[in-house]
C-alpha cells in the first residue's frame, strides 16, 4: 500500500461512519509546501466511543494493528492512537481533539482537497498546520517543523492569512517562535 492509498482508504472510511477528521501534520505541510519524507498520516478526528466497533471493522486485523483498548484512551483522555499497516511500515498518528477553541477553529477551516472525488480528503488549513507545527517545535525544538513552515511560506505565501496566525501564535504564546520565522523569511 503506497501513503497516498493510506491517506484515502482513511478517509473514506471516517467519512462513511460520519466522522469528522481532518489531515494535518507532515502530509498537510507537503501538500501546502516543500516534499520530504514521511512514514506517517496525522489525522485529527472527533471520534466518540460508539464507532470504534465500526472503525475497527474497516481496518481488519490482517491488514492493520489497531489496538481499541488504545483508542478508548485516547478517546477519553484525548490524546491519540495508532493504526499500522505493517506490510508497508505505514503509520496513522490518530489524534482526538480537545474541547480547546483552537481546535474548534481547525475544524471550522477544514478545506476538501482532491484531483477527484474519489481521491479527496478534509486537510487542515496552511494556516493552522504552521500554528500547530510551531507548537510541535516549542515541545521537541525539532528544526524539521521550522523547515516546514518555511516550505509552506515559501510556496503558499500569497494564500496565508499572517492576521490569522499572529492573532494565534499569541493566544497560545508562541509570539517568539512565530517572529523568528518571519525573521528567516526575509
Given at each position: 500500500?503506497?501513503?497516498n ?8 472510511c ?10 494535518t501534520?507532515?502530509?498537510?505541510g507537503i501538500l501546502?509546501g516543500e516534499p520530504?519524507?514521511t512514514n ?6 472527533d471520534i ?8 475497527k471493522?474497516?481496518?481488519?486485523e490482517d ?10 484512551r485516547?478517546?477519553?483522555?484525548k490524546?491519540?492512537?495508532n493504526?499500522i ?7 496513522i498518528d490518530?489524534?482526538i481533539?480537545s474541547?480547546h477553541?483552537f481546535d ?6 477544514v478545506r476538501?482537497i482532491g ?6 480528503a478534509?486537510?487542515?488549513s ?5 500554528i ?7 515541545e521537541?525544538r ?10 509552506i ?6 494564500r496565508?492569512?499572517?492576521e ?5 501564535a499569541?493566544?497560545l504564546g ?5 517572529t523568528?520565522?518571519?525573521g528567516r523569511?526575509?
Open positions: 500500500m503506497q501513503p492509498e493510506l491517506l484515502h482508504h482513511v478517509a473514506r471516517l467519512e462513511q461512519i460520519g466522522i469528522p477528521y481532518f489531515v501534520g507532515a502530509v498537510a501546502y520530504r519524507l506517517d498520516i496525522d489525522i485529527v478526528a466518540r466511543d460508539g464507532q470504534l466497533p465500526e472503525l471493522r474497516r481496518f481488519p491488514d492493520f494493528y489497531l489496538d481499541l483498548d488504545s483508542a478508548v485516547a478517546i477519553r483522555m490524546t491519540q492512537f493504526i499497516h505493517p506490510a508497508s511500515g505505514l503509520k490518530v489524534m481533539p474541547a477553541p474548534r477553529s481547525r475544524f471550522a477551516r476538501r484531483s477527484d472525488a474519489q481521491n479527496e478534509c486537510f487542515a496552511p494556516e493552522d498546520v504552521i500547530k507545527k510551531m507548537e510541535y517545535h516549542r521537541g525539532s528544526e524539521k517543523h521550522v523547515r516546514d513552515i518555511l516550505g511560506l515559501r510556496v503558499s505565501a500569497g496565508i492569512d499572517f490569522y496566525i499572529s492573532s494565534w499569541h493566544q508562541l509570539d517568539d517562535i512565530w523568528a520565522i518571519r523569511l526575509g
